[in-house]
C-alpha cells in the first residue's frame, strides 16, 4: 500500500511537472509575448531576481492572512457552536450570515478604510470576513450530526449541556472542522489580497497592483506563483494535522487501489 501511494504521489509530480513544460513550450512555440502570457521560466527568473525586495511583502501578507484567519476560526467556532446548539439561534443567526456571506467583500473594504484607515488593519478584517463563514457551517453541521439517543443517554446519567457538547459534540465535529480549515485559509488569502489592492502600500496584493500599472507581466505572475505556494502549504500543513487528529474518521482514503 505504501508503494502505490509513493507511485501516485511521483505521477502527480511528473504530471505538475508536464503542464508547466507543456506551458513552457507553447509559449515558445507560439511566440507569445511576456505581455500577454510569460514563460514559466522567466517568472522563476523574476521571481529570484526580485525574491529580496519581495520578501518583506510576503511576509506582510502571509502575517495578515494568518492573523485575519485566526481570528476567523475563532469567531466561526462560537457561532457554529452557537448555531449548531440552539434552534433559536439557528432560525436567527444563520440567515443573517447567509445573508453577510452574500455580499461581495471587495464592497466592504471601502468601509474598512474609512473606519481604519488604509494598512493592515483592513487586510485581515477583510480575511476574517471571508474564511469565517465556512468553519461556523461546518461546525453547525457537525453538531447536527450528533445522534439524539446519545444525546438522551447522557442526560439520564445526568451530564449538563455544556459537558454534552464539550465531550461528544465538539470531537464529532474534528472532521468537519479541518475540512474547513483547508477551505477558509484559501479564502483569508483571497481576502487578504482583495484589501492589499485597495487600502495598503505593502504586501502581495499591493506589488501586484504596481507590476499590473507597469505592464511588469512576469512580476504580476511571480505574485501569483508566490500566493499559490503559500496556500499549497499551509493547506499540505493543515492536512497533515487532519490525519493525525481525526484519523479515525477517515475510513478509506485509497480510491485508486480500489
Known amino acids: ?38 514563460r514559466p521560466s522567466e517568472i522563476m527568473v523574476t521571481l529570484w531576481q526580485r525574491f529580496p525586495i519581495l520578501w518583506p511583502h510576503i511576509l506582510q501578507t502571509l502575517g495578515s492572512t494568518m492573523l485575519g484567519f485566526g481570528l476567523g476560526v475563532v469567531l466561526g467556532v462560537f457561532l457554529g457552536c452557537i448555531i449548531g446548539a440552539s434552534r433559536t439561534a439557528y432560525d436567527t443567526v444563520y440567515p443573517l450570515l447567509i445573508g453577510f456571506s452574500s455580499i461581495p467583500k471587495v464592497a466592504i473594504v471601502p468601509i474598512l478604510v ?68 483547508k477551505v477558509a485559509i484559501t479564502y483569508a488569502f483571497v481576502g487578504t489580497v482583495l484589501a492589499e489592492t485597495v487600502a495598503s502600500n505593502r504586501g502581495i496584493g499591493n506589488v ?44 478509506k482514503n485509497d480510491f485508486a487501489a480500489a
Not at 504521489?9 to 511576456?34: K, N, P, T, Y
Open 208 to 251: 501586484m497592483m504596481s507590476a499590473a500599472s507597469s505592464f511588469n507581466v512576469p512580476l504580476l505572475f511571480a505574485g501569483l506563483f508566490i500566493l499559490a505556494g503559500l496556500g499549497v502549504i499551509l493547506y499540505a500543513i493543515f492536512s497533515l494535522i487532519e490525519g493525525r487528529v481525526t484519523g479515525w474518521a477517515n475510513r
Open 114 to 181: 474609512l473606519w481604519f484607515g488604509s494598512g493592515t488593519v483592513p487586510a485581515v478584517l477583510t480575511s476574517l470576513s471571508i474564511c469565517f463563514f465556512p468553519i461556523a457551517v461546518n461546525i453547525a453541521t457537525g453538531l447536527a450530526t450528533t445522534e439524539p439517543e446519545m444525546e438522551d443517554v447522557l442526560k439520564a446519567l445526568g451530564a449538563s449541556k455544556l459537558e454534552i457538547l464539550w465531550n461528544v459534540g465538539l470531537p464529532r465535529t474534528m472532521p468537519f472542522f479541518f475540512a474547513s480549515l
Open 1 to 38: 500500500m505504501l508503494d502505490l501511494r509513493i507511485k501516485q504521489r511521483i505521477v502527480a509530480a511528473l504530471l505538475i511537472v508536464l503542464f508547466f513544460a507543456g506551458w513552457e513550450v507553447f509559449c515558445i512555440a507560439s511566440g507569445m509575448s511576456d505581455l500577454i502570457l510569460p
